[in-house]
């Protein structure tokens, strides 16, 4: 072990090196005026897989889909195959001017890398292709890896189904280790057991054919966006708790979190109140939570004084372990439309649907991720849930249902994902890097002893 852990440290710095380079490539796929440059950042994740001594490395997509990358590195015989996942499409930045730094212009400030896709996914990335190298100095790998790296998965991953199907014998393994979850804290690392499911929508509410003066005609008469507002406010109780009817909450006996750390990581103002009820694990994790995502309205700079005939708003679900995503959706849909202030026309048009994951970390490979993990941080492998979603693991556990699931990551509360100023903990870095090398080199003793 003292060998491996050596030889990790030694090809950090190119690791380093690497993301900082694939972070200056704003692979937006989500953003058509990015495609090239998701095709671009494709490409040089393809070149590191063949500088990293690949056996097969190919750019592939499914029609219309995003460029995804599979390698192939072959183990010896009787070891078995590891599926290595990332992806290497990033968020958009929200606004490069409230960065600290630019986000594609990698920084380190108190032991953090900041830029956008540092800790998601890049990292990820290059955690997966640090460890290859590692062996790959010190005779080979001890196990058969697939390496694939995916690039639309901040879209939803909706082609992925179709590329699991036509790459489904090259991309077949007896584990799959899913890189883009995160760990509760930079020296405590995670097995990720349980994501939270999603459905979204938007919601239109119509009062008038025209626009309207809010003089002559205000009084009798609503406006939309106020209407909007007052349908909006039916997603909640007073006490901020989930009201639309028919949806899955859970308990959970995992210890709580602490709510001053809590407070600050998401960076809550002074005095304001959390909503909900429960603890905050199972808020976080075991209950559904609504939030409105962005409203179709005149800006205040240029409101006029009519009354508005219409008004938008896109609304996410997030949806608890064990709930029927197609029911919430209607769930969703039923409370929206029953729910019409003033007998306001509401049309409601569904967007994603995801079903959340839900798994029993029971078996060898679990056993010897927790051995490996520990032994790496220096601290106890612990069991946590997401609340946020990661539609992509369910559609692995479907196509491949004899391989085991692991689900870690390199991001932690600080991360920021999908925020401004995302960053990356460079020792935590390392210590995933560590975790995932220990953890093959175990798979492929115990088969191949």
């Known amino acids: 072990m003292s060998d491996l852990r050596t030889v990790v440290?030694?090809?950090?710095?190119?690791?380093?090196?690497?993301?900082?380079?694939?972070?200056?490539?704003?692979?937006?796929?989500?953003?058509?005026?990015?495609?090239?440059?998701?095709?671009?950042?494709?490409?040089?994740?393809?070149?590191?897989?063949?500088?990293?001594?690949?056996?097969?490395?190919?750019?592939?997509?499914?029609?219309g889909g995003a460029p995804a990358v599979i390698a192939h590195w072959p183990g010896p015989e009787g070891t078995p195959t590891v599926l290595l996942y990332a992806h290497h499409d990033v968020q958009p930045t929200g606004g490069d001017e409230q960065w600290t730094s630019p986000p594609f212009e990698p920084t380190e400030r108190d032991g953090r890398l900041y830029g956008r896709g540092a800790a998601d996914d890049k990292a990820g990335v290059m955690l997966h292709l640090a460890v290859i190298r590692a062996f790959r100095s010190t005779g080979g790998l001890p196990v058969g890896v697939t390496l694939f790296i995916e690039g639309e998965e901040e879209s939803g991953s909706p082609t992925l189904t179709a590329l699991l199907a036509e790459h489904h014998e090259r991309l077949a393994a007896d584990v799959i280790i899913?890189?883009?979850?995160?760990?509760?804290?930079?020296?405590?690392?995670?097995?990720?057991?349980?994501?939270?499911?999603?459905?979204?929508?938007?919601?239109?509410?119509?009062?008038?054919?025209?626009?309207?003066?809010?003089?002559?005609?205000?009084?009798?008469?609503?406006?939309a966006l106020t209407a909007l507002c007052?349908?909006?406010?039916?997603?909640?109780?007073?006490?901020?708790?989930?009201?639309?009817?028919?949806?899955?909450?859970?308990?959970?006996?995992?210890?709580?979190?602490?709510?001053?750390?809590?407070?600050?990581?998401?960076?809550?103002?002074?005095?304001?109140?959390?909503?909900?009820?429960?603890?905050?694990?199972e808020r976080l994790w075991q209950q559904p939570a609504i939030a409105v995502l962005g409203i179709d309205a005149p800006k205040v700079a240029e409101a006029a004084n009519v009354l508005l005939p219409s008004a938008r708003a896109a609304v996410s679900l997030r949806l608890a372990p064990g709930q029927d995503a197609a029911v919430a959706q209607r769930s969703l849909t039923e409370h929206l439309t029953g729910h019409a202030p003033w007998g306001a026309q509401v049309t409601v048009t569904p967007g994603a649907a995801a079903a959340p994951f839900e798994l029993d970390a029971v078996g060898a490979v679990y056993d010897a991720a927790r051995r490996t993990f520990t032994e790496a941080y220096g601290q106890s492998a612990v069991e946590i849930g997401i609340g946020g979603s990661i539609p992509f693991i369910g559609e692995f556990a479907r196509a491949f249902p004899g391989a085991a699931v692991l689900v870690t990551g390199v991001g932690d509360p600080a991360s920021r994902w999908h925020g401004i100023d995302e960053s990356l903990h460079l020792g935590m870095f390392a210590s995933a890097t560590l975790?995932?090398?220990?953890?093959?080199?175990?798979?492929?003793?115990?088969?191949?002893p």
């Open 230 to 281: 007052r349908l909006m406010a039916t997603l909640h109780d007073d006490k901020g708790r989930v009201a639309v009817p028919g949806l899955v909450h859970n308990t959970s006996e995992a210890p709580d979190m602490d709510e001053a750390t809590f407070r600050s990581d998401v960076a809550l103002l002074d005095g304001v109140e959390l909503i909900g009820t429960g603890t905050l694990v």
């Open 9 to 63: 440290a030694e090809v950090l710095p190119d690791a380093r090196a690497d993301l900082e380079r694939l972070v200056r490539i704003p692979s937006i796929w989500a953003d058509p005026a990015h495609h090239d440059d998701t095709r671009r950042s494709a490409e040089a994740v393809a070149e590191l897989a063949r500088d990293a001594g690949a056996e097969s490395v190919d750019v592939v997509a499914a029609e």
């Open 435 to 448: 975790a995932e090398a220990l953890l093959l080199k175990e798979l492929g003793d115990t088969n191949n």
């Open 178 to 223: 899913i890189a883009d979850s995160g760990n509760p804290a930079t020296d405590v690392p995670a097995l990720t057991t349980s994501l939270r499911g999603l459905v979204d929508c938007t919601v239109e509410v119509s009062m008038l054919e025209r626009p309207a003066h809010s003089g002559v005609y205000g009084g009798p008469v609503g406006d």
